[in-house]
T-cell receptor, first 113, second 113 residues
Framework: GENVEQHPSTLSVQEGDSAVIKCTYS??????FPWYKQELGKRPQLIID?????GEKKDQRIAVTLNKTAKHFSLHITETQPEDSAVYFCAASNDNQGGKLIFGQGTELSVKP | ETGVTQTPRHLVMGMTNKKSLKCEQH?????MYWYKQSAKKPLELMFV???????ENNSVPSRFSPECPNSSHLFLHLHTLQPEDSALYLC????????????FGPGTRLLVL
């Protein structure tokens, strides 16, 4: 089955710097890759997602890139702000697995003012 | 946010108790999910329901019993739990079962004594 590895587990940056979180997956059939943000004590919320027919997607300060050959995808946050501090989860899924999202271990991002 | 709601938000129970967690979605979705989120671990999928039918049981112990009376409601019945079952239990829904966006509820923080 699918396995998703996420790195780093913790990341600390200064406000205004960029942050990059990387995930690798094992199942080459995976075709959907969402990223969720979970603030302390709150529910995970989708911030951006990408499908395998696209190599990059951007939404304001966040972007996701996908390398299908290498089976890895990354989240990029530019101009970080303290409110970006949260735990970020990547996930992978494919239509053959139904709704089964396989999540990475999570990255705790801390943005210091 | 009121798209996916869960009750109770917090629950403390003894190992011999029986309790139920409730999830309700107001998004008109057809698929619903139960996840377990433990500290320092990825989100673990427990059950998937699509059009009220269970389509996934991810090797969950029988002390967890799901029920889906209709596409808008999902229950998780708990009995004779163990302390290691203490975790945040998250409900999610998506339009259909497939590789697409899942929307999470706020979760129930469960402590088993």
């Amino acid at each position: 089955g699918e396995n998703v590895e996420q790195h780093p587990s913790t990341l600390s940056v200064q406000e205004g710097d960029s942050a990059v979180i990387k995930c690798t997956y094992s199942d080459s059939a995976s075709n959907y890759f969402p990223w969720y943000k979970q603030e302390l004590g709150k529910r995970p919320q989708l911030i951006i997602d990408i499908r395998s027919n696209v190599g990059e997607k951007k939404d304001q300060r966040i972007a996701v890139t996908l390398n299908k050959t290498a089976k890895h995808f990354s989240l990029h946050i530019t101009e970080t702000q303290p409110e970006d501090s949260a735990v970020y989860f990547c996930a992978a899924s494919n239509d053959n697995q139904g709704g089964k999202l396989i999540f990475g271990q999570g990255t705790e991002l801390s943005v210091k003012p | 946010e009121t798209g996916v709601t869960q009750t109770p938000r917090h629950l403390v129970m003894g190992m011999t108790n029986k309790k139920s967690l409730k999830c309700e979605q107001h998004l008109g979705h057809n698929a619903m999910y139960w996840y377990k989120q433990s500290a320092k671990k990825p989100l673990e999928l427990m059950f998937v329901y699509n059009f009220k039918e269970q389509t996934e049981n991810n090797s969950v112990p029988s002390r967890f019993s799901p029920e889906c009376p209709n596409s808008s409601h999902l229950f998780l019945h708990l009995h004779t739990l163990q302390p290691e079952d203490s975790a945040l239990y998250l409900c999610a829904s998506s339009q259909d079962e497939g590789a697409e966006t899942q929307y999470f509820g706020p979760g129930t923080r469960l402590l088993v004594l």
